[in-house]
């Protein structure tokens, strides 16, 4: 089962990792800011829900590798929560509306989404040491 969970948080630990800090600015950095926005706007539901779903079963099925891996896994769980079903809803609220707004929003995404990144890969950490 370690294994099984190692695989899902590497898988995403790679996925977020490669769309947060290559593909998303590569999209900005190439297209316009409306049509960048526009990519990345359909793709964070999917990525988040995906470490809403990795980080449900890590904290599920973790409970049988001590405490400490449900604990990042409960962290990480309220985290890609917080981060679907508030910050994208708030932060697509105040977009074409209120910039400053949406510009405090967005950081606070990049910075909940880069504490998530870090538990993923103490999470790894975790079940490599098993």
């Known amino acids: 089962m370690d294994r099984f969970l190692l695989f899902l948080n590497s898988a995403y630990l790679g996925l977020g990792s490669f769309f947060s800090f ?43 590798l001590g405490k400490l891996l449900p604990l990042l896994a409960l962290i990480n769980f309220l985290l890609h929560a917080f981060h679907l079903f508030y910050i994208l809803p708030t932060t697509h609220g105040f977009k074409g509306v209120d910039y400053d707004a949406f510009v405090r929003w967005h ?22 040491r098993r």
């Open 22 to 64: 290559f593909l998303a600015p590569l999209l900005f950095r190439v297209l316009q800011r409306e049509q960048a926005g526009s990519v990345v706007e359909r793709v964070f539901p999917v990525y988040f829900s995906l470490g809403f779903g990795v980080s449900l079963l890590t904290l599920l099925l973790g409970f049988r």
């Open 107 to 128: 950081g606070i995404s990049m910075g909940v989404n880069l504490i998530s990144l870090l538990l993923t890969a103490l999470i790894c950490v975790l079940l490599l």
